[in-house]
């Protein structure tokens, strides 16, 4: 393996760590991710070979926000919402070909949310959630081969989101009901372990050479649900909020990849990038309780790579928090009073990635090599 096809692979291992990664708060129902985690890798192999990546994440959701505007009394009092996110994807890749792969992601999370409201607004404890998430399978197609794509590639890649994670996650909960008891009931939306619905999800990714040692990357997904509700209860007293909707889900990221080649195996990376949840779905309805609205992101991120095996860190810090209006929202406002739910962001997340590239085995005479 030449040096410039390093630098190529250190610089895709990277950039396509990214999509593994979820949204930073309650605007996302649940870690959530496209295929393009490990998809990138693909361009790398060559046919018949595999490549095995583990990715970690983990975000403290806490600053409350209600549109674009921070709510910091929440913080001063005490009230605010705290969860903590742990997330890790077994995430399995294979290139049939030069220009067709497929994947594999596996998703297992454990998760935390300390929070007064949800326990008599007296006293602060914690719910969880942990198990197995929402299973996604896919594949891509490069679309240049050869010396075409010696300068750079696209790819463009079609997947499925199957609801394998439990949706209707239960944890106990404190001072309910006029005694002030405990109960077991469905954990909030932003920590249920998956969302019900079969997802479609479309990805593209790309990487193209600028000048020498630099590089252009960008990526992203959009996954449509169709399914409205699930039908797990929120525990919440507006009617038309008392069920979890099922929503579309997004990510689009860009920016540079540096190689250095007196650093052997070392790459940096600074980029942009923006997700979230909208407030209407492309396809079905859009009822049910969501917490919509997105953040952008700056996101600087490093690589090392020692032989087959790579591992890369990004860590996005937020720059722009937004939690939109939903359509429950909408529907209970009135000319003289404005309803806008609130939600929590993380300021950063930690995102790493190990991957291991495993070569195909050449066939002699004497057997396999």
Not at 152 to 162: D, P, R, S, V, Y
Not at 205 to 234: A, C, I, V
Request: glycine share 12%; charged share 20%; hydrophobic share 35%.
């Amino acid at each position: 393996m030449n040096n410039f096809t390093k630098i190529i692979i250190s610089s895709a291992i990277l950039i396509c760590s990214y999509l593994s990664a979820n949204a930073q708060g309650c605007v996302a129902i649940r870690q959530f991710s496209g295929l393009g985690n490990a998809v990138g890798q693909g361009n790398m192999l060559e046919p018949g070979e595999w490549n095995v990546s583990a990715n970690y994440r983990y975000f403290k959701s806490f600053r409350h926000f209600r549109g674009s505007h921070e709510e910091p009394n929440r913080i001063e009092d005490g009230t605010e919402v705290i969860n903590h996110q742990h997330g890790l994807d077994i995430n399995i890749s294979y290139a049939f070909n030069e220009r067709i792969y497929g994947i594999v992601s596996l998703p297992f999370q454990y998760n935390e949310r300390s929070s007064l409201y949800e326990h008599g607004r007296t006293e602060r404890h914690t719910t969880y959630s942990k198990g197995f998430g929402d299973m996604r399978i896919g594949g891509g197609y490069w679309l240049l081969s050869g010396e075409k794509a010696k300068k750079g590639n696209t790819a463009i890649g079609l997947g499925l989101k199957f609801p394998t994670g439990d949706y209707a996650a239960t944890s106990t909960f404190y001072n309910q009901g006029t005694e002030g008891g405990t109960e077991v009931k469905t954990v909030d939306q932003s920590i249920q372990l998956g969302d019900g619905g079969t997802g479609i999800i479309i990805d593209f990714q790309g990487l193209w050479n600028l000048k020498g040692t630099l590089f252009w990357y960008y990526d992203g997904f959009y996954m449509f649900s169709p399914k409205e509700t699930n039908g797990t209860p929120t525990n919440r007293r507006r009617e038309n909020e008392a069920i979890m909707s099922v929503p579309d889900q997004y990510a689009l990221r860009t920016g540079l990849f540096k190689s250095f080649t007196n650093i052997h195996g070392l790459g940096i990376s600074l980029g942009g990038r923006v997700e979230g949840i909208p407030v209407h779905d492309a396809i079905g309805g859009s009822e049910g309780f969501r917490r919509p609205g997105y953040i952008v992101s700056v996101e600087p991120g490093i690589s090392y790579m020692k032989g087959n095996v790579t591992g890369t860190l990004n860590v996005p810090f937020a720059l722009i928090r937004n939690r939109t209006q939903s359509v429950t929202d909408i529907e209970n406002s009135t000319p003289d009073d404005v309803v806008h739910g609130d939600a929590a962001f993380a300021d950063y997340l930690i995102n790493f990635t190990l991957a291991v590239r495993i070569p195909k085995k050449i066939t002699s005479p004497f057997g396999s090599l």
